[in-house]
């Protein structure tokens, strides 16, 4: 009886540790690539600021997609676009500080 109790309980911990596991994986692949708390600071200010045009997972809606774009497009003109705006995208410029700008080029710029 206790031997089975053990392995009943030994099965329980590594069905738990598994699922751990593998939620913390999930939410990873969510986060696209976080790796810094500046990450997660841009990621916050993309789900306030861009979300509503560019996607949850940067695929675009009404603006274009913002999946590869940092094989496409320096940090610096990235910088430049949402500080001034480009192409029907408005300006950013009195909406969010020269710091979150600039976190939100380097998050993005990192999406290769």
């Not at 009404?62 to 590869?68: H, I, R």
Request: aromatic share 4%.
């Amino acid at each position: 009886m206790l031997k089975a109790n053990l392995t009943f309980f030994l099965i329980v911990m590594i069905v738990l540790v598994i699922t751990a596991c593998s939620e913390g994986a999930n939410n990873q692949a969510t986060n696209e690539g976080m790796t810094a708390p500046g990450d997660a600071n841009a990621l916050a200010l993309y789900k306030k600021q861009c979300l509503s045009c560019h996607a949850a997972d940067l695929s675009g809606k009404v603006g274009p997609g913002l999946q590869e774009i940092g094989s496409k497009l320096t940090e610096q003109q990235l910088i430049e676009i949402i500080h001034d705006g480009a192409r029907g995208m408005p300006a950013f410029k009195k909406m969010l500080s020269a710091e979150e700008i600039q976190a939100l080029s380097q998050w993005l710029s990192k999406n290769k």
